[in-house]
């Protein structure tokens, strides 16, 4: 007798997030991590505090904290492109 295959095993997690309706939240949520651990990062590399980062950004630091938590993805582009470049980078946003 032949062995059936498990049909759990081969799938991916990609195609499962799709079919349960939660991929589009899910990448979007993952983005917004990324960036804010990068913006973070850059700001550590640099000694900048986060009081002196939110005055680059002529912003409070109640929005800096914003623009760096991770779960809060109601952040701007144009914040996170003004951000990127007081540490010196760029966002860059493309459609695949």
């Known amino acids: 007798m ?10 991916k997690f990609e195609d499962w997030l799709k079919e349960q309706g939660l991929y589009e939240e899910t ?18 590399e640099q000694n900048l505090t986060r009081t002196e ?6 912003t409070s630091r109640v929005q800096l904290n914003r ?11 144009a914040t ?6 007081i540490v010196g980078r760029r966002l860059r946003l493309e459609l695949v």
Do not use: C, F, Y
């Open 53 to 58: 980062m939110a005055r680059r950004m002529e």
């Open 2 to 11: 032949k062995k059936r295959k498990n049909p759990h095993i081969g799938g």
């Open 27 to 44: 990448t979007s949520a993952a983005i917004k991590k990324v960036v804010a651990w990068q913006i973070q990062q850059a700001m550590e």
């Open 80 to 85: 996170l492109s003004r951000a990127a470049a």
């Open 67 to 77: 623009l760096l938590d991770p779960t809060n993805d109601g952040v701007t582009l």
